[in-house]
Structure formats: structure tokens, C-alpha cells
């Protein structure tokens, strides 16, 4: 699979991006989403202004993330003026990749979001950079590129966000569990009629995306 960057190197904060946007807004109550954020030992091909390379996050690059979980966020698109809520668990070892829970806010983006997520519409992209020492300079096997530079392997990697994304750069970074947290959930004064507007809200955006990806994505 391909995928579009914004820019690569040091000093930069990087994530994956695509086609194929949908959108969706459903109360529901507060649940918890948890994801693999960045699949490791997966080659994947990502072109970068025109330049096309080969991409393979090691596994253990993550290593240590955990003891700066509360500091890092969530987002939809990768867009910060659309945050959806933050992580409250990351898993750097395990077997499938960076695995990280997150506890999506009780706000119309957020709630919109567990939906998606829930109906497998949406999947998980991380917004990462290579890891600086103390001093601020990359550390040197953050990045490799071998192969003639057709390859770059990521072995240092910080994360910045969490962000949902209709297709991630990687296939295998999506949502592996949904799941509601323990909670009062509050009444709604007219929760028939609420549901079936907001249920016309998603069947028109979701035409609406349908028609802009027949259009631009080939």
C-alpha cells in the first residue's frame, strides 16, 4: 500500500494520509478505543514529494513511550483544531505494533468517532518524529536507509498523536477493540427523534464523501 507524507527527516513531526474521507455524528456514550497505532516489521511503500521508498518501523522503537502517555493526545485527520480525546495506555511491546488505548471525549466529533470506529470505518495513524537525545540532536540509528537509500528503517521513534484516519499509510494499524467504560449515561429528553436526525446527518455526508472520492480517487 502507498501513502503521501508531509515531509521526512528530523526535526519533523511525521504522519501517514490518504483518500476516501468519511464522516459520521452519533451520541453515544463515553468508551474507550484501542488500537494499533504503528504495526512494526512492515514494509510499506510511501512516496514523499515525488520520491518513492520502502518503510520499516523496527520493533522496539517505541521502547520507553509509556512514561509519557498522559502528555499525548488524540485527533481526528491529524488535525489539531479536531481533537477527539487522549491516550491512557501504551503498549510498546507487543506483537502487532505500538498499541495504545485512548479515551475518546463526550463531544459530537468524539462520539462521531466511536461510531466510525465501531462500524470499521475508521483506523489508527500515528503522528511520530525521531527520537532526540538530551542535548536535542537525533540520535544517529534513528533513521538507516539502506538498499541505495530505496529503504528506511525507523529504530528511534517519539509519538505525538494518535490520530483516526479513514486509510492509514499502514494496513495493519487499525481499531482492535471498542469497548464502553462504566458510566452514567445520560438521558436524553427525546432520544427517538434525535437518533433518526443525526441518522440523516450520516447517510448525507457519507453520500457526500461517496461522490468526492468517485470523482478525485482513481
Not at 481526528?76 to 479536531?82: N, P, T
Not at 479515551?103 to 495513524?125: F, N, R, W
Not at 462504566?182 to 436526525?197: F, G, Q, S, W
Request: with cysteine.
Amino acid at each position: 500500500m502507498s501513502a503521501t507524507l508531509t515531509a521526512v527527516g528530523p526535526g519533523v513531526v511525521e504522519f501517514r494520509s490518504g483518500d476516501g474521507y468519511q464522516v459520521a455524528d452519533v451520541n453515544f456514550p463515553k468508551r474507550l478505543v484501542t488500537v494499533v497505532a504503528m504495526p512494526y516489521e512492515r514494509p510499506t511503500e510511501i512516496i514523499d514529494r515525488g520520491r518513492v521508498f520502502t518503510e520499516v518501523v523496527s520493533r522496539g522503537a517505541f521502547d520507553g513511550i509509556e512514561k509519557r502517555t498522559s502528555k499525548i493526545r488524540a485527533n481526528r485527520d491529524h488535525s489539531w483544531d479536531k481533537p477527539v480525546g487522549k491516550i491512557t495506555g501504551l503498549h510498546s511491546s507487543r506483537k502487532d505494533g505500538l498499541v495504545a488505548e485512548v479515551k475518546i471525549s463526550q463531544t459530537t466529533l468524539g462520539t462521531e468517532t466511536l461510531e466510525l470506529c465501531e462500524d470499521d470505518i475508521l483506523s489508527a495513524s500515528a503522528g511520530f518524529g525521531l527520537l532526540r537525545r538530551d542535548d536535542g540532536r537525533v540520535w544517529d540509528d534513528a533513521e538507516v536507509w539502506e538498499r541505495n537509500r530505496t529503504v528506511r528503517r525507523l529504530n528511534r521513534l517519539f509519538l505525538d498523536h494518535v490520530a483516526f484516519v479513514p486509510n492509514p499509510a499502514y494496513p495493519d494499524a487499525t481499531v482492535i477493540d471498542v469497548r464502553q467504560v462504566a458510566a452514567t449515561v445520560p438521558v436524553d429528553a427525546t432520544p427517538n427523534r434525535d437518533r433518526l436526525a443525526l441518522q440523516l446527518v450520516i447517510e448525507q455526508q457519507r453520500a457526500l464523501y461517496e461522490q468526492l472520492n468517485s470523482r478525485y480517487v482513481r
